[in-house]
């Protein structure tokens, strides 16, 4: 096998749920374009920062730990919940592909978490700072990429091109206008951070609840004016999150919305409707930022159906074809040379 094919190979073994024989399949399997086409289009319209995420590849790795609550153990069988703490590798990062991204705009700010449980078991998860992802569907999403592609003579993307395919996919805009309408986050530690997708929590006698979580700042939400944010420059984001780590004071709670009969489940731009009842299930606590370029997290993909006993994913589509992306993602990075 090429070299390349087999780091993608290996990247996707790496992403669960493959096995390594499924992953080489698929890395080989020329008619199964998707996964390439997807990250080969993000690449395309974003750019090419060779080493670096496609995607958040403005980003820090720290380290921390997570408290399950009673309500946790409640609603689920997962270890996580214990009571006991547990060590969680932490990404922080901005949207977007470029890694010298600026901090002080109207962005996305990512958390991405692998909690490393008892008996080897693990828990990934993305969570973005907006309560509905950017595009319902795979197919969707790959199509409003393409959209924006820009134009080899212009350098800029066609217009009526994207408007079009807008008009025709409206929810590719809510996330846009989300964050279009919410001011600069102070902080990587003073935002909420959605997780988006529904997943079931099963408890010990079976029984399922269904809900989207999210992780909220135990020291509040904290937007900046936009003069403040043009006087904080592109690059305030990491030195204000080693600060706040230092002071031991860092944390998030994990809040777990509770789905009702009827509501929308396999859909990531449509959130849970206000007023769903709330509950914590834990405190997740940043204890340590990395040197950087460097810590726990370089090579992790944060694929979130990599799932405890005890969580379940639903039928998202958007969850589901998450993991083949970040494969052939990793796998060029790893040949590349992988940088934070």
Known sequence: MPRHLALTALALAACGPFTLAQAQSLASDT????????????E????KFEGY????????????EFTGSAEGRALSVASAFSGQAVPVIVRFSVGGAN???ADNTKSQR???LQFNLPGGEVWQMGNISAPVFGAASPAQMLGRIESLRPDPATKAPDAAKVKAFADANPEVLLQGRYFASQPVPA?????????VHAFAFVNAKGEKQWGKWLFEPVGGVQGLSDDEAKAKGANFLLDDLRQRVKDGKLAFDFNLELAQPGDRLDNATVPLPEGRRKVNLGRLKVTAVAEDGSGACLNLTFNPTALPRGVEPSADPMLLARAAPYGVSLGRRLGEGSKQ
């Open 53 to 64: 995420r496609r995607s958040g590849a403005k980003g820090v790795c720290a380290m921390g």
């Open 187 to 195: 902080s990587f530690g003073s935002v909420n951070y959605w997780g």
């Open 99 to 101: 890694p010298r991204a």
């Open 31 to 42: 008619s199964m374009v998707d996964p390439t086409r997807m990250v080969d289009a993000f």
């Open 44 to 47: 395309a319209t974003n750019g």
């Open 110 to 112: 990512n958390l991405a």
